[in-house]
């Protein structure tokens, strides 16, 4: 379990508030991280950038560090306290969101955007150890799922915020408005979320506790699981479209759709709410319960998800009715994060409970700097590539060439079935 709280009581907080207070936080997480795709068009006017430079703003400036020391400062979540580090990377993070606001060009808005990633390195991976340690192994993909509505509703809360916020004032007051929200939420969350406190080696009395085995040992131990590198390349190849699409659908819409910002903010946050909160909260309830009967269910459910959520992307990504591509896009924007709740639950189950904010951080390194790294970069930089042949419409086919992604990631989580029944590590 986790380690003892620094400064704190050994009394562990209610599960309900513990779950409550991280889904805030994480609300807060992806407002900070999402904000710039509604306010891409903007900035690109005013700064005068390229899509491949507001494709390095949304991915590798933020993915970088993101996703390199998210290791680090959860192995020492592991050791030290979970709640202590994700309020301070709450902190950083949001102030680095408030400094976006403040750039003159593009290399102070990308080291704005490092520094966003820095703070936001240290709040998922033990939010995920958190989670793990107050809610027991059948309830956990739920308990997870709950805590993943945080990435639609806090984009959604980004797109309709800053849309309007940038459509009747300015965009910088969109990312000095978000920043200052995670700065003030920062001391409740301390005050209301507590680690669960340590439990002694053999439940007695001056019982040593165990250790939390160190990075490397972990490394080691997911190392030789399969199940491991399927799972996290799988949710990689997912990931480099989501993110991809998340950030760039705005764009799309005010390119072959004539939205304006507005509109664009309230099709795509609508999208985000409905779609994804859906998808969220059926792949932790099916998770959990197909997954109690067959754990490769873990993986086979998030991968069934792609594979039929790929033609209907297609479908809606070609449409040229406003409309019907918003019906088109519902449905596979709900299945787009049906993978969240069973994949988060089955990384937790493969490593010791002591290890959970480590084994979540690797898992991540992979997923993110993958993902988030290289899709939003790889779909601006084809749509340059592109941009010969297709003109204004270059950036619909840069989406559609990629949604070759979504069947490499279903077949990677098909085959991590079968490991998942013998890597599986019981409580």
């Given at each position: 379990m986790s380690g003892p709280a620094i400064g704190q009581a050994g009394k562990a907080s209610s599960p309900r508030v513990v779950l409550g207070m991280l889904l805030v936080v994480y609300v807060f997480n992806f407002v900070?991280?999402?904000?710039?795709?509604?306010?891409?068009?903007p900035i690109q006017a005013d700064l005068q950038l390229s899509d491949g430079e507001m494709g390095l703003l949304g991915g590798i400036a933020f993915a970088l560090l993101y996703s390199t020391l998210a290791v680090p400062l959860a192995a020492l979540a592991d050791r030290t306290s979970r709640s202590w580090v994700i309020t301070v990377s709450l902190v950083l993070w949001s102030g680095f969101?408030?400094?976006?606001?403040?750039?003159?060009?593009f290399w102070h808005i990308f080291l704005a955007r490092l520094g966003v990633g820095i703070g936001e390195a240290g709040g998922v991976a033990p939010s995920y150890a958190l989670i793990g340690d107050y809610f027991p192994s059948e309830q956990r993909a739920t308990a997870l799922s709950v805590y993943s509505l945080g990435i639609p509703l806090g984009s959604a809360a980004g797109v309709l915020a800053g849309g309007y916020i940038a459509a009747t004032v300015d965009w910088r007051l969109a990312f000095f408005a978000v920043g200052l929200g995670g700065l003030l939420i920062a001391p409740l969350?301390?005050?209301?979320?507590r680690d669960r406190p340590k439990p002694t080696g053999l439940g007695l009395p001056?019982?040593?506790?165990?250790?939390?085995?160190?990075?490397?040992?972990?490394?080691?131990?997911?190392?030789?699981?399969?199940?491991?590198?399927?799972?996290?390349?799988?949710?990689?190849?997912?990931?480099?479209?989501?993110?991809?699409?998340?950030?760039?659908?705005?764009?799309?819409?005010?390119?072959?759709?004539g939205f304006d910002l507005v509109q664009a903010s309230q099709f795509f946050g609508a999208l985000l709410l409905l779609?994804?909160?859906?998808?969220?909260?059926?792949?932790?309830?099916?998770?959990?319960r197909l997954g109690h009967r067959?754990?490769?269910?873990?993986?086979?459910?998030?991968?069934?998800?792609?594979?039929?959520?790929?033609?209907?992307f297609a479908l809606g990504i070609s449409s040229s009715d406003a409309v019907m591509a918003f019906l088109l896009f519902l449905v596979p924007q709900a299945l787009a994060y049906v993978w969240l709740g069973p994949v988060l639950s089955a990384v937790q189950h493969l490593v010791q409970p002591s290890a959970r904010s480590t084994a979540s951080a690797l898992f991540l390194l992979i997923n993110n700097l993958i993902g988030l790294g290289g899709g939003i970069y790889a779909l601006g930089a084809l749509s340059e590539f592109l941009a010969p042949f297709y003109g204004e419409e270059a950036?619909?086919?840069?989406?559609?060439?990629?949604?070759?992604?979504?069947?490499?990631?279903?077949?990677?989580?098909?085959l991590a079935g079968p490991f998942l029944r013998r890597d599986w590590v019981d409580e």
């Open positions: 900070d991280r999402q904000i710039l795709a509604i306010l891409a068009a969101t408030a400094l976006c606001g403040l750039a003159q060009g969350f301390k005050l209301l979320v001056g019982s040593i506790a165990p250790s939390s085995p160190g990075l490397k040992a972990t490394a080691a131990v997911l190392a030789r699981k399969p199940s491991f590198w399927l799972l996290a390349f799988g949710a990689a190849c997912s990931s480099m479209l989501g993110y991809g699409i998340a950030f760039w659908l705005p764009s799309l819409l005010m390119r072959s759709f779609g994804g909160v859906a998808g969220v909260m059926a792949g932790g309830w099916l998770g959990d067959d754990r490769a269910f873990y993986s086979w459910l998030p991968g069934a998800g792609f594979f039929l959520g790929a033609p209907l950036l619909r086919y840069s989406m559609l060439y990629a949604l070759g992604l979504y069947g490499v990631a279903a077949l990677l989580m098909s």
